[in-house]
């Protein structure tokens, strides 16, 4: 309750912040348009700014899906596999240094307007922070555990299983939970590149057409999306992993 | 760098042989090199048990942390080894070793949800449970309190008997109320400590153990 007087007295102060640089400055509405027009915008284009929002929903669910499971996936397979491991971190490091973004116009050229282009997107961008916090967690398995293992005669598949993975759980939360914050960036960079549909086509045609309102309106819609799915996202996880989070003192 | 040269050690089956030395001596490395651990050191020479069978899959270890995994229970914990090599759990048995350290009231408990001699007790049956001729104890119950650590110290000997224990401590008391033999290790090599005749676990207050470890608490003061 205390906690949601909080975000309703944060929210009223930034509105008010808001009106008060449109009125003292007098800026005009095609520069930056106050509160109310915006949220006459939005209620006027309601119907419009939720279709084009289910689209970039749609692609940044399937996107932080893909991008959590291959990330995942990834991990497991260089923390259980030495040669992988040598063999792809440089890859890896290497594909962060390039700039993501660079790369949209490639993917829309080779996966087209649609959906693709922008879940692949997304995945590129989830992928290296899920990828490195679950392997870090895999192999920061306490040293005690791997000798105890041993000289239970345990294989390496069993202390991945039993041991490693377990233990690497709330890393691959912390991983996936700022892929949630993430994803949103990845798909809405994909449709600005070349998209029919999606907040941010929206946002590049209502700035064509010099609908300043329309385009605070979308960035609004997808705050609130990337807020909730956040939301949504870390508690989901925090329920799966709960049991592994509670460390020994 | 040598960490420690000596000609031999031997430890009599079915016996406790304590190991005291100041810390850093190379105690623990050499529990490591007997369990077929990977140490920092280079270990020239061979071990050979008396039956001439290697001892590697014949051995059970107990370290200072109990190494429970948080996220299982009890009966997780205590079974850790045949799950960790896909074995089959041998219901009954994993019941009367629970029962034998006293936690069959703590059965679904986690961790957390124990105190630090309990917590030991569940690693005192997980280390049963493996049921291996050679138990290495790396200073199992110095985490312990006094009284804590003198009841572990009887559980531990009453359940491990008829295994051939070496047990690495830095503590007099410990080495002289649990041994068989005391072997000291040193700077020159290892020195066969005698000990009392009586047979270990020996009483908290046996006047001949407790005069033999204040001796050797003085040498080991004089040592360093």
Redesign the interface.
């Known amino acids: 309750m205390r906690a949601l007087l909080t975000i309703c007295a944060s929210i009223a102060l930034s509105l008010l912040l808001w009106q008060s640089v449109v009125s003292i400055f007098s800026l005009p509405h095609y520069i930056l348009p106050g509160p109310f027009r915006v949220a006459t915008a939005l209620i006027d284009n309601a119907a419009l700014l939720s279709e084009h929002a289910i689209t970039t929903l749609i692609e940044v669910v399937i996107g932080l899906l893909l991008g959590s499971t291959l990330g995942a996936l990834t991990a497991m397979a260089m923390a259980y596999s030495r040669p992988a491991r040598v063999l792809l971190k440089p890859v890896l490091a290497f594909s962060q240094a390039l700039p993501v973004f660079a790369l949209a116009p490639i993917l829309t050229l080779w996966l087209g307007y649609g959906l693709g282009s922008k879940v692949a997107m997304a995945v590129l961008i989830i992928f290296f922070p899920v990828m490195s916090a679950f392997l870090d967690g895999l192999l920061r398995t306490?040293s005690?555990?791997l000798?105890?293992?041993?000289?239970?005669?345990?294989?390496e598949r069993?202390?991945l299983l039993?041991?490693r993975i377990?233990n690497a759980l709330p890393s691959l939360g912390a991983g996936i939970k700022l892929a949630a914050v993430y994803a949103p960036i990845g798909a809405v960079i994909g449709e600005w590149v070349g998209s029919s549909s999606g907040l941010g086509y929206l946002m590049l045609l209502a700035s064509g057409r010099a609908k300043v309102d329309l385009m605070f309106a979308a960035m609004i819609v997808l705050g609130v999306m990337s807020v909730t799915l956040y939301l949504l996202t870390g508690r989901a996880v925090d329920r799966l992993v709960h049991?592994?989070s509670?460390?020994?003192a | 760098m040598t960490l420690v040269e000596c000609n031999a050690i031997r430890c009599e089956a079915m016996q406790w042989t304590a190991i005291l030395g100041a810390s850093g001596i190379g105690k623990s490395t050499l529990l490591r090199v007997l369990a077929g651990l990977p140490t920092h050191w280079q270990f020239k020479g061979d071990i050979r048990a008396s039956d001439g069978n290697p001892l590697s899959g014949r051995v059970a270890m107990m370290a200072q942390q109990d190494l429970l995994l948080p996220w299982a229970d009890l009966i997780e914990n205590v079974t850790l080894g045949a799950r960790m090599r896909g074995e089959r759990v041998d219901t009954e048995y994993v019941l009367e070793i629970i029962d034998r350290v006293g936690l069959a009231d703590h059965m679904h408990k986690r961790p957390t949800q124990l105190s630090g001699g309990q917590r030991q007790r569940v690693a005192l049956a997980r280390t049963l449970m493996e049921n291996r001729p050679l138990v290495l104890l790396d200073e199992p119950f110095s985490a312990l309190d006094t009284r804590t650590r003198s009841q572990m110290q009887d559980l531990a000997a009453e359940l491990l008997e008829g295994c051939t224990v070496l047990m690495v401590t830095h503590d007099p008391a410990e080495a002289t109320r649990m041994g068989h033999r005391v072997l000291w290790l040193n700077s020159s090599g290892i020195e066969d400590i005698p000990l009392p005749d009586s047979k270990p676990p020996r009483a908290v207050d046996d006047a001949e153990a407790l005069m033999m470890q204040g001796q050797l608490l003085r040498r080991l003061r004089e040592e360093s």
């Open positions: 306490p005690g555990w000798d105890l293992a041993t000289t239970m005669g345990a294989s069993s202390i039993k041991m377990p049991r592994y509670d460390r020994v």
